[in-house]
């Protein structure tokens, strides 16, 4: 197991709500310390992070969430908002109830949307998998390809489950060459993370990886 590799795939992540900014400090130090790929934080934190970090990890924050249903024009100024605060990537929630009813244009133009404020930003779309049928999934994985974004991303970590190996299994079968995967929510162990990897994922959102590695140091 290459650790440094599987380390180097996360984005490490505090999205708690009772997050404070001394707990946050903890996630910059740890990033830099273990060169994960990013930290992913609330949007409050992204200035203080940005300037604490100056620019030695990417600082990642999250739009629309964990539920996704807010409107279209308020995930666009959370974007922008969150990008001149300094933050280098984001991750978006879909409209799961529009998915839902089939108003694919709905979901589609809104992630275009996005990812016109993101400029050459990195955005990852979040599409919550465990509430979705897998015929929802495949959809997602087209739209997301057609939108111009970064990334699909399993899971908030916020509803009720994470990421599974089926779903990677499927968004790699399913996307574009353009569209990366990330795997977020319940990664609980290495052994789990170096599997997504293999499956196809590239980025992993998580807290527990760097604390098992700080674990085995210590």
Known sequence: MDIQK???SCDHTLLLQDATWDEIRV???????????SICIPPCYVKKASEYLAGSVPVCTVIGFPNGNMTTETKVFETKDALEKGADEIDMVINIGML????????LNEIKKIKEAC????????IETCLLTEEEKIKMCELVTKSGAD????????????????????????????????????????????????????????????????????
């Open 6 to 8: 599987i380390l180097s």
């Open 27 to 37: 996630i910059c130090d740890d990033a830099k310390k273990y060169k994960t790929a």
């Open 100 to 107: 839902k009813a089939g108003e694919y244009d709905y979901v």
């Open 119 to 126: 400029g050459s930003h990195i955005l990852k779309v979040i």
């Open 151 to 218: 990334f699909i991303k399993t899971s908030t970590g916020f509803s009720t489950g994470g990421a599974t190996f089926g779903d990677v299994e499927l968004f790699a079968k399913h996307i574009g060459s353009n569209v990366k995967i990330k795997a977020a929510g319940g990664i609980s162990s290495l052994e789990d993370a170096e599997k997504f990897l293999s499956l196809g994922a590239s980025r992993l959102g998580t807290s527990r990886v760097v604390k098992l590695v700080k674990a085995a140091e210590g």
